[in-house]
């Protein structure tokens, strides 16, 4: 292969893409990404053959529109194929729960099909005339991006704008308090006495708080729960059994 396959515009777009950003921001990359990758005409960037998982952090307002439908905020979006990397890329789950605000967290499991494939960065980082450009580039290039992520996200690049609820891998969240617990318990503000027992206990038993993610099968019963709620609201679940859980 010549020793210019990757050019300058695409090592641009692989970078503004690793960097990240806000919704608008990231559709833009996306599509500017999605063109370098397809002047390039290589089929083996654009395969992957096992199965990615993507983390999403979105605000309960849309939990309605997403439980019915499948419909993904985003359509080019980043997966990984590694599932521990997913519960902890870029932050893990949204920081949104700490500051009180209502949102959710979850994790889907995807099998890509080929033509949903836009660009594996893993087989990207391996190939070694990528690795040769990003060599002969100014150590000041790219920083922000490539040189900062790697291949550490093991991340491939989907165009998916719909998935089955069946693909909810895990959901996440953060639990509450000690002391929110032990308010809870007593039914009153908690002594000091009170917080110090309830947090003796946890710690004995082990019991983790904070961010926590499901099992696949425990996704599976929050799922269904959450559909049931839905179905109570007369929101429009779909009765599509390819659909449902």
Known sequence: ????????????????WQKGGDHMAKAKRGERLKREVLALDDVLLR????????????????????????????????????EDIAKGIKGGISAEWQEGKRWFGAILEHQPRPEEVILNLETLWVDMDYQRALLAAEPTQYTEGIRRYENSQREVVLEVSRVSLKEIWSWGGYSSPVEHLAELITGAPPTDEQVAWLRGLIEEHNVPLGPRWTT?????????????????QRYPVPSDPAFLP
Not at 1 to 16: G, I, Q, T
Not at 47 to 68: D, E, G, H, M, N
């Open 1 to 16: 292969m010549p020793p210019d396959k990757y050019s300058a515009s695409f090592l641009h777009a692989v970078n503004r």
């Open 47 to 82: 395969q992957c053959k096992q199965r990615v998982y993507r983390r999403l952090a979105l605000p309960q307002s849309y939990i309605w529109t997403f439980i019915t439908t499948g419909v993904l905020p985003e359509t080019l979006s980043a997966w990984t194929v590694d």
């Open 216 to 232: 696949p099968s425990g996704a599976r019963s929050v799922t269904l729960r959450v559909l049931d709620h839905a179905r109570k």
